[in-house]
């Protein structure tokens, strides 16, 4: 019998959104080499006083963290369902609050009107980027947990 989680997972697939994937415990630790790279980019960023390209590098680095652990679940994310049926997919994980998954999107959600938007207004600050690091911070965590 699937789970609900199972279920809702079976449901992307279906729609195109996800696909199915072999978990490669090579390629897994690559991607968290990757991702701590965005990490340390973006606080250099930081440092610098880039402040737009702190948060664009975070967001990198906590989307990457949160693609890695959907990946546990051998599913990644296809072009169609892009950056929105990650955060879709988080929403699935036991581990996760609803809080960190509602703060997962609305970042998401930032991100798009900064890098898509015709006006040139910068509005994240340094809460979002520190928040964007410390949500993929526990994602990257759960992820690699689950692979011990």
Do not use: W
Not at 61 to 83: N, W
Not at 124 to 148: F, K, T, W
């Amino acid at each position: 019998m699937q789970s609900n989680q199972q279920k809702q997972i079976q449901e992307l697939i279906d729609a195109g959104r996800l696909e199915r994937v072999h978990f490669d415990p090579k390629d897994f630790q690559k991607q968290i080499a990757i991702c701590l790279k965005c990490k340390a980019d973006a606080m250099s960023m930081l440092e610098n006083g880039s402040l737009h390209g702190a948060f664009t590098t975070a967001y990198t680095f906590m989307r990457r963290a949160a693609t890695l652990l959907i990946s546990r679940q051998e599913v990644r994310p296809t072009a169609r369902g892009g950056h929105r049926v990650i955060a879709e997919a988080l929403k699935f994980e036991p581990q996760l609050s609803l809080r960190l998954c509602s703060d997962y999107d609305d970042l998401r959600v930032m991100r798009n009107e900064i890098e898509y938007s015709t006006s040139d207004l910068q509005y994240a600050d340094y809460r979002h980027v520190n928040l964007s690091i410390e949500i993929g911070d526990q994602l990257l965590a759960i992820a690699q947990s689950i692979s011990s």
